[in-house]
């Protein structure tokens, strides 16, 4: 919501625009560089995440409000390094994270964006990290490995696992199981004394 209304904000080739969701009248548009936008945008603290995709990856962080054209006046940050082209980035409590394509892990203020850590995880990404047990941030290579990390100022790995075959999909959460599509096989994870 904002202002009171409901408003979808849709990424596109070169614009974000927020839209009023009963009427489909444009309220404000952000003019950036960028196409074929995969990562879902995640909202927190009067601001809008986004990625600009494709040529070269940006994220942004744009202020909520304004009408009209808020190119010049709602850009909050701007991240160049390490932005992804397809994982959504994952807003938490105290930080936003994302995920290069390449595999690179940044921890970001979401007020400024600057880096509290990057890390370096094996493999490539396409996955989105998804959060879990309060503090725990799981992450799927297109390798199939699988990485848990905490959601903590200083990079920390919880754990690893592989799942032996090609990944591209988001792990999914429901209750005590995790979910993990794979190329060939949807694999189920419970958590010990879960009921099944």
């Not at 209304?5 to 009427?23: E, F």
């Not at 994982?87 to 390449?102: E, H, I, R």
């Not at 490539?124 to 047990?133: D, G, I, Q, R």
Request: aromatic share 6%; proline share 6%; net charge neutral.
């Amino acid at each position: 919501e904002e202002a009171g209304r409901k408003v979808v904000v849709c990424p596109g080739s070169d614009v974000v625009q927020a839209l009023d969701a009963g009427t489909g009248k444009e309220l404000w548009r952000l003019k950036y560089t960028g196409y074929s936008v995969i990562p879902r945008p995640v909202l927190g603290d009067g601001l809008v995440y986004l990625s600009t995709s494709y040529d070269k990856a940006s994220l942004l962080a744009v202020r909520l409000g304004g009408t009209g054209n808020v190119t010049s006046s709602h850009l909050a940050w701007k991240l160049d390094k390490n932005a992804p082209h397809t994982p959504s980035p994952l807003l938490t409590k105290g930080a936003l994270y994302v995920v290069s394509d390449a595999g690179t892990m940044s921890r970001l203020d979401p007020k400024s964006g600057a880096p509290a850590w990057q890390e370096r995880l094996a493999g490539h990404y396409s996955a989105s990290p998804v959060l879990a047990s309060g503090d725990l941030i799981l992450l799927a290579s297109e390798e199939g490995d699988i990485t848990v990390v905490r959601d903590s100022g200083k990079f920390e790995k919880v754990a690893t696992a592989k799942l032996g075959e090609r990944s591209l999909a988001s792990p999914a959460l429901m209750g005590a199981t995790l979910l993990v599509r794979g190329e060939e096989h949807l694999f189920r994870f419970d958590a010990p004394g879960s009921s099944k």
